[in-house]
Structures are given as structure tokens and as C-alpha cells.
Nanobody, 115 residues
Framework: QVQLVESGGGFARPGGSLRLSCAAS????????MSWHRQSPGKEREVVAF???????TYADSVKGRFIISRDNVKKMVYLQMNDLKLDDTAVYYC?????????WGQGTQFTVSP
């Protein structure tokens, strides 16, 4: 059974930092492309960061230089380090896995940036 479980959401101040985590199970993690997406109220879900295999990364322009995606193939984890946070970073953040044997989403974790 494929599972993606996000954690680490909550609150942060503008300019602050926070790290989101996603624990994966039920598929061959090292073969899967992993990504973080987010959805704000009234907006479509958008991709924030992507990490492939090998670990080539891409980022949305809105987070480039502030967010860092990484993965640990031994622990089957993917992380999103978020720095220099802005109010517009407020959203539900979702973990996604895409690969030869999996296309799956996590349940999402709410993250709010507030003064």
C-alpha cells in the first residue's frame, strides 16, 4: 500500500524558516520522482519543487533561492527546507511521488506564514 505522509506544517513568521517532511512507503522510493506542491485558497495547486533520480532539482520561480528540496533514499524521506518565508507561502503543501510503479499524493499539511 502506497503511503505519503507529510509533517512539519504549522505557523511561521515572515522571514523565518521551516522544514516539511514526507515519509514514503509501499513503493520503490529510489525509482520515484518526488515533488512538493501547494494550494492556496482560491488558487490551483502548483508545483513548488521537484527532485528526480539522480537528484536533479527544479523550483518554481516564486521559491527559487529560498526553498531547498532534498531526499534520503535510505530513510525514504523527502524534505522541503523553506527559508525567507513570505506571506504568499501560506498554503496546504502536498507531497507527490511519480514513478514506474506509483503516482500518489499525500494528504497535505497546512502551513501559514503570519506576522
Amino acid at each position: 500500500q502506497v503511503q505519503l505522509v507529510e509533517s512539519g506544517g504549522g505557523f511561521a513568521r515572515p522571514g523565518g524558516s521551516l522544514r516539511l517532511s514526507c515519509a514514503a512507503s509501499g513503493f520503490t522510493f529510489s525509482n520515484a520522482f518526488m515533488s512538493w506542491h501547494r494550494q492556496s485558497p482560491g488558487k490551483e495547486r502548483e508545483v513548488v519543487a521537484f527532485i528526480g533520480t539522480p537528484e536533479i532539482t527544479t523550483y518554481a520561480d516564486s521559491v527559487k533561492g529560498r526553498f531547498i528540496i532534498s531526499r534520503d533514499n535510505v530513510k525514504k524521506m523527502v524534505y522541503l527546507q523553506m527559508n525567507d518565508l513570505k506571506l504568499d507561502d501560506t498554503a496546504v503543501y502536498y507531497c507527490n511521488a511519480s514513478g514506474p510503479e506509483v503516482i500518489s499524493w499525500g494528504q497535505g499539511t497546512q502551513f501559514t506564514v503570519s506576522p
